[in-house]
């Protein structure tokens, strides 16, 4: 299984709601990434877990919030969001190891409107 | 840092011609380069990495790409575009022990039949 998949598929929100993103892979990956994407942008890298711990959050603000409950799965809890965090949410994952650099898998995306 | 440079947002070849993506890259150690495929809506698909081994690199699909240290470049080519090379291609660079992906800002081929 080389597939890292994401649900839901389309999200939309309004901005009191909350909701969660779920991503999932099963290749023993122990790194795993979440990015944002704005149309004709690419993507910008919003958290990095290592080993199911954050190993780098790039000033995300607090209204998104990263959990990752074992080493398969990733979650990003939305809640209070603006219209401008409407986006492209991409999942990603790769081996983790010191010495070698590993490519990353990536994830179909889950597209987010908030209203 | 890293950082790439990706020459030209829009490229449009004919079906059968020789498709040329340009990407520059920045780094003050040596660097791990990669070249992603996006087609419309949906997520980035891995074409081919550089990671130190030999310089001309293939890819997935026709794809291959050359590291040339003088000219710090990572173009990417391949002899003869199909329609369904259509798609965004981002340039990305990494280093050794980072998780750090430093994406290209894209280019995006139209291919014309």
């Known amino acids: 299984d080389t597939e890292v998949t994401q649900t839901p598929k389309h999200l939309v929100m309004g901005m009191t709601n909350k909701k969660s993103l779920k991503c999932e892979q099963h290749?023993?990956?122990?790194?795993m990434y979440w990015y944002k994407q704005k149309a004709k942008k690419p993507p910008e890298l919003m958290f990095v877990?290592?080993?199911?711990?954050?190993?780098i959050n790039e000033s995300v603000p607090s209204r998104f919030s990263p959990e990752c409950p074992n080493s398969s799965l990733l979650n990003l809890h939305l809640h209070a969001l603006q219209p401008e965090d409407s986006a492209l949410y991409l999942c990603?994952?790769?081996?983790?190891?010191?010495?070698?650099?590993?490519?990353?898998?990536f994830g179909p995306g889950t597209r987010l409107t908030v209203l | 840092a890293q950082s790439v440079t990706q020459l030209g947002s829009h490229v449009s070849v004919s079906e059968g011609a020789l498709v040329l993506l340009r990407c520059n890259y920045s780094?003050?150690?040596?660097?791990?380069l990669f070249w992603y495929v996006q087609y419309p809506n949906q997520g980035l698909q891995l074409l081919l990495k550089?990671?130190?081994?030999?310089?001309l690199v293939k890819g997935i699909n026709g794809f291959e790409a050359e590291f040339k240290k003088s000219e710090t470049s990572f173009h990417l080519t391949k002899p003869s575009a199909h329609m369904s090379d259509a798609a965004e291609y981002f340039c990305?660079?990494?280093?050794?022990?980072?998780?750090?992906?430093?994406f290209g800002t894209g280019t995006r081929l139209t291919v014309i039949p």
């Open positions: 780094s003050s150690v040596p660097p791990y």
């Open positions: 990305a660079v990494t280093r050794t022990g980072a998780n750090n992906l430093f």
């Open positions: 550089y990671t130190s081994a030999a310089t």
């Open positions: 990603a994952s790769s081996q983790e190891m010191a010495l070698r650099v590993t490519e990353q898998f």
């Open positions: 877990y290592s080993y199911e711990k954050l190993s």
């Open positions: 290749m023993g990956h122990r790194a």
